[in-house]
């Protein structure tokens, strides 16, 4: 039986395991399974187990026994959001995703000293979590994590301000009041600071994106025109993510590239080393030659040894050969210069065609504002119509009574 037939055995085991309700016997397979695998199995052999688990009746417990068990021990395995490959990364955060969502008070004690890490990838990991947590059940209200989140918008990273915003704003969807006023009171807590206008401007974006869904039930109940405002605001917002989530896709590729270009580096810079080694090697013949040469007189000039004519003959052919080598070197720096170039283009096209999208949406934000209007001055349009015209047929009314009148009194 290979490795592959073994995993899956164990993997039916386990689910046989949950289905009889012992708990006791998966978690000890379960253990087994997971303390057999190496460093590079332990992330695929972890997924399969959560993946199974929660797939089962009772798989959930079950996960749980394991952790409080240590079995699956939490910081060891927080570790690797350290990983500075952004694809394994980025991997490692999608098994989490749904452990999180549903047993989130079993991270959320490491998420603020993983939030104030010294690493940026980790503090842009643990916010990315965190908005996993809050996508979940849970309600987190922790106001010194929530103030630990609000400092990382002053950020040195780009990358972790962004994960900050979203992070407050998925917390701030459940528990809108605490939000908005813990964010009211750290704007005015760093009005003094030079940089305040740029968090005041994030505090007002998070705001706004809390503030307009707390708010949709109340104003359908109030106004069903602004209901149908909201809604046009939510397909913008969707739109919103949609676009961001591109730009998260060409950054990923941006960082592939990079790494490709760095191996290529690496690699010319190899072949450069042995170019440099073997010209040494010809040098150090070059010398041994003339250091041999300046011991022979102008009379034993002509009795040089065939040996060492033939050495010179093969130290020129070298130096062709070495040549050649440059040459080649060059035409391969070329194309790899004229495929990065292309790369490039295809990026810059990839770019293009984001801010064109976002330029759309603002124009149909625009449009909707428009038609908005519009509607409105018809509805008001129509409204003053209907009182016209009531107040006419009342006058015509009046009219005919004073008519009806007049008849009666002559006769």
């Known amino acids: 039986m290979n490795d592959t037939e073994k995993e899956v055995v164990e993997i039916l085991q386990i689910k046989d395991f949950v289905k009889e309700g012992r708990f006791d016997d998966a978690v000890n397979i379960i253990a087994l399974y997971i303390g057999d695998a190496n460093e590079d199995e332990y992330l695929n052999r972890l997924e399969n187990v959560?993946?199974?688990?929660?797939?089962?009746?009772?798989?959930?417990?079950?996960?749980?026994?394991?952790?409080?068990?240590?079995v699956i021990d939490i910081p060891s395995l927080l570790e690797h959001l350290s990983k500075r490959d952004p694809v394994l990364r980025f991997t490692f955060l999608l098994l989490l995703k749904t452990i999180c969502e549903i047993e989130c008070d079993l991270f959320l004690p490491y998420s603020e000293n993983l939030v104030n890490s010294e690493d940026p990838n980790v503090r842009e990991a643990a916010l990315q979590l965190l908005i996993y947590m809050a996508g979940g059940d849970a309600q987190i209200d922790d106001e010194s994590l929530i103030k630990s989140i609000l400092i990382k918008l002053n950020d040195e990273k780009d990358?972790?301000?962004?994960?900050?915003?979203?992070?407050?704003?998925?917390?701030?969807l459940k528990n809108p009041k605490l939000m908005t006023k813990i964010l009211s009171d750290y704007a005015r807590e760093i009005s003094e600071m030079p940089e305040s206008e740029d968090i005041k401007g994030y505090i007002d974006q998070i705001l706004k994106g809390i503030v307009s869904v707390d708010r949709i039930e109340e104003i359908v109940e109030e106004e069903p025109e602004i209901s149908e405002a909201e809604k046009k605001e939510e397909f913008l917002e969707k739109e919103e993510s949609e676009i961001l989530d591109k730009e998260y896709e060409l950054k990923k590729k941006e960082l592939e590239i990079k790494k490709k270009k760095l191996e290529l580096e690496e690699k010319e810079?190899?072949?450069?080393?042995?170019?440099?080694?073997?010209?040494?090697?010809?040098?150090?013949?070059?010398?041994?030659?003339?250091?041999?040469?300046?011991?022979?007189?102008?009379?034993?000039?002509?009795?040089i040894p065939k040996k060492l004519k033939k050495k010179e003959e093969e130290i020129i052919d070298k130096e062709i050969e070495l040549k050649k080598k440059d040459l080649e070197i060059k035409k391969k720096q070329l194309e790899m210069e004229e495929k990065e170039k292309e790369l490039e283009e295809k990026e810059i096209l990839e770019r293009e065609k984001t801010l064109k999208l976002k330029e759309e949406l603002i124009e149909k934000e625009k449009e909707l504002s428009q038609v908005e209007i519009e509607l409105k001055q018809k509805s008001l349009?129509?409204?003053?119509?209907?009182?016209?015209?009531?107040?006419?047929?009342?006058?015509?009314?009046?009219?005919?009574?004073?008519?009806?009148e007049k008849e009666d009194n002559i006769n």
């Not at 959560?50 to 409080?68: A, C, K, M």
């Not at 990358?159 to 701030?172: D, N, P, R, T, Y």
């Not at 009182?387 to 004073?402: A, F, S, Y």
């Open 381 to 404: 349009e129509e409204k003053e119509q209907k009182i016209k015209d009531k107040e006419m047929k009342r006058v015509e009314e009046e009219l005919k009574k004073v008519s009806e």
């Open 159 to 172: 990358f972790v301000v962004e994960k900050a915003i979203q992070a407050l704003k998925a917390i701030g």
């Open 269 to 303: 810079k190899q072949i450069q080393e042995k170019v440099i080694q073997k010209k040494e090697e010809v040098l150090k013949l070059k010398e041994e030659i003339l250091q041999k040469e300046s011991e022979f007189t102008e009379e034993n000039e002509k009795k």
């Open 50 to 70: 959560i993946e199974t688990l929660l797939t089962l009746h009772g798989g959930r417990t079950v996960l749980r026994f394991l952790i409080e068990n240590l």
